[in-house]
């Protein structure tokens, strides 16, 4: 059987593989996507939906173990580790460990705050050319319960403030005023006027459709199970059948490292597991979404649909769904909110692709001329999307990139 033929593979359907499609058709690139399930079916597509410049400090950050110790063998905390013995979650957690500093916040959090913003203008730009898709920019309100993560708060904004991200902060009864079904317990709160929400999937698949209008080819239930290298290119992808390549777009997610391990390529990337459930036509809508700061729950309208997100558990390539995580989000948002009901519910998990440094990956590797890796973008996916498939377009073509990405490349896990 001879070997189709791509000039630009795209491996992954989610919305960083299909805003890399989107801009490579967009120069004229001859592209083939191929999706190992339907397009925006992994954790593109129950999150949160929130496009937020003022969630710019990584992950990994001072205090942050401290509390992550309290947390992870809790299955009902918002961080949740299952016990087991697995040497690449055990190097995976020391590097994590190592990148709790001062230092990588600050060196981190200027490209953060930056390409979230350019992608926010990117996503502002496809609802003014008429893409289909639900996208409002209302800001966003954090809101605490305690004292102390009020005050952990603050201190936060006063560095994000320094990289241009506008924050309010409010007093107990100021937040109240403005999202009145707040509970009393609520301390204070702060308002980012210049974050954003959409409907993830929406966005996604409409998306995906003008970019087989304009002559891309998307192939679902095609799952990629082999890069074969030769020299310093991939010579073939071994999916459904063959495939000869000019240049390799890995977009797969938290099933990345898998795809480029035989190539000795290291991509340190744990499959975080998220759940989301979405109320449809629910009993109340906040005025703009929230972030439940204490549970770490995201709360979203969703055009008539309600959306509440969270947890971080690290429990492998699995997508079962634990229900003791679904509890703990619908006692988590109790603790801020009236008791949510619906006419229906969906419950959802996706698998979030998360360095330990709290970085996307973005680049070619140094060892392979024809691959572009795009994937490890955590809990900013929706975020960060738009503007990592522009990126992947200029690296494509050979241009100067418009953003200085070099903290994000694949070769700083060879140090």
């Known amino acids: 059987m001879a070997a189709n033929r791509a000039e630009v593979l795209v491996i992954g359907g989610g919305i960083v593989g299909v805003c890399a499609a989107y801009f490579l058709a967009q120069r004229g690139a001859k592209v083939v996507l191929l999706e190992r399930d339907e397009i925006c079916s992994g954790a593109s597509y129950g999150n949160a939906g929130l496009v937020v410049p003022s969630h710019s400090i990584p992950l990994p950050a001072p205090g942050v173990v401290?509390?992550?110790?309290?947390w992870l063998l809790n299955p009902e905390s918002p961080f949740y580790i299952r016990p087991r013995l697995d040497l690449t979650l055990l190097s995976w957690l020391w590097r994590f460990r190592r990148s709790c500093t001062e230092e990588h916040v600050r060196t981190s959090l200027p490209s953060l705050c930056t390409l979230q913003q350019v992608s926010l203008a990117l996503f502002?730009?496809?609802?003014?050319?008429?893409?289909?898709?639900?996208?409002?920019?209302?800001?966003?309100m954090t809101v605490y319960n305690t004292e102390q993560g009020f005050e952990d708060g603050v201190r936060e904004v006063e560095l994000l403030r320094q990289h241009g991200i506008?924050?309010?902060?409010l007093t107990g009864e100021q937040v109240r005023e403005r999202e009145p079904l707040l509970r009393e317990t609520v301390v204070g709160g702060v308002y980012f006027p210049g974050d954003a929400h959409l409907d993830p999937a929406a966005?996604?698949?409409?998306?995906?459709?003008?970019?087989?209008e304009m002559g891309a080819l998307i192939l679902t239930?095609?799952?990629?199970?082999?890069?074969?290298?030769r020299g310093r290119r991939v010579e073939r992808v071994l999916a459904d059948g063959e495939w000869q390549v000019d240049l390799v777009v890995l977009a797969a997610g938290a099933w990345s490292p898998q795809l480029v391990r035989p190539l000795g390529i290291p991509l340190p990337i744990q499959p975080a597991k998220g759940y989301s459930i979405t109320f449809c036509h629910p009993n109340f809508l906040p005025s703009l979404p929230l972030m439940l700061n204490e549970v770490r729950v995201a709360v979203t309208p969703l055009d008539g649909r309600l959306r509440l997100g969270g947890t971080l558990e690290l429990a492998g390539l699995y997508l079962s769904i634990n229900q003791r995580r679904i509890h703990a989000i619908r006692q988590g948002v109790a603790k801020y909110l009236p008791s949510v009901s619906g006419s229906k519910e969906v419950v959802w998990c996706g698998l979030r692709p998360c360095t330990p440094d709290g970085l996307p990956v973005l680049g070619r590797p140094h060892r392979l001329d024809n691959l572009i890796i795009a994937t490890g973008h955590g809990t900013l996916g929706v975020s960060l999307g738009p503007i990592t498939g522009k990126l992947v377009a200029q690296m494509a073509a050979g241009e100067?990139?418009?953003?200085?990405?070099?903290?994000?490349?694949?070769?700083r896990f060879l140090r």
Do not use: C, I, M, Y
């Open 203 to 212: 966005f996604v698949h409409a998306l995906a459709n003008r970019t087989r």
């Open 66 to 70: 401290a509390k992550g110790l309290r």
């Open 400 to 411: 100067p990139l418009d953003h200085d990405v070099r903290l994000w490349s694949p070769d």
């Open 166 to 169: 506008a924050a309010e902060v």
């Open 221 to 229: 239930q095609t799952e990629v199970k082999v890069l074969e290298g």
């Open 124 to 140: 502002a730009q496809f609802a003014a050319e008429g893409l289909p898709f639900v996208w409002q920019r209302k800001g966003t």
